[in-house]
């Protein structure tokens, strides 16, 4: 499977969107050059996904360095260790909390989280939402910018379907299956045709660091 790990990747991917797609083009000489967002891949960089959803930068931000003195080395270990307590004063909700330590026991019984780049993108997305509180969108996102699979697309994304709606000239997508369906024609790249929407919609919005 591609990774998207370096500028030429995303290169490569945009020149396959603008010729699978020629509504595309605009879009990518609007969107301007596209970032290399990666993080590294495996437990700590799902726990961090996790940790932010439906949170400002800001208020993820605080909480993750809470947890971090809490709990020094994040381990699928430490977390199952770790008592209640200890993650509700880091500013873990209860949800939160059991997504981590569901996350944790699966990794600890075999779940390789840094090796899904090897899995075409149906089969990682699916090992990752069988596990307790991994949600599709929670998924795509590790996928994306964890593990840098160049065929992931997160379809419930809000930012992005209003973004595709503006580009392709609908009045709004409706609905995380249509924005898929649109999406299966930007196959084997449709993790760039998500950053390169992403970027999209902050030209739109006229405001940085958009992505839900």
Known sequence: MR???TE?????????LAA???RLVAVIAASGRLPVRRTPAGFEGLSRIVVSQQLSVASADAI??????????????AI?????????????????MN???????AATAGLDLA???????????AALTVVKGIGPWTADIYLL???????VFPAGDLALRKAMGAALGHAGLASAKEAAAIAEAWAPWRGVAAILFWAYYRTLAGREGVTG
């Open 115 to 125: 090796g899904l780049s090897a899995r075409p993108a149906g089969d990682a997305h």
């Open 80 to 96: 199952l260790a770790a008592p209640d307590e200890t993650l509700r004063g880091a500013g873990l909700s209860s949800g939160k």
């Open 20 to 22: 699978a797609d020629p």
């Open 8 to 16: 030429a990747d995303l290169d490569e991917g945009l020149a396959y």
């Open 145 to 151: 910018f964890c593990v840098g699979h160049a065929d």
């Open 3 to 5: 990774t998207l790990d």
């Open 64 to 77: 993750w360095r809470k947890l971090g003195r809490a709990v020094p080395v994040l381990t699928p270990e």
């Open 99 to 105: 997504t981590l330590r569901a996350v944790a026991a």
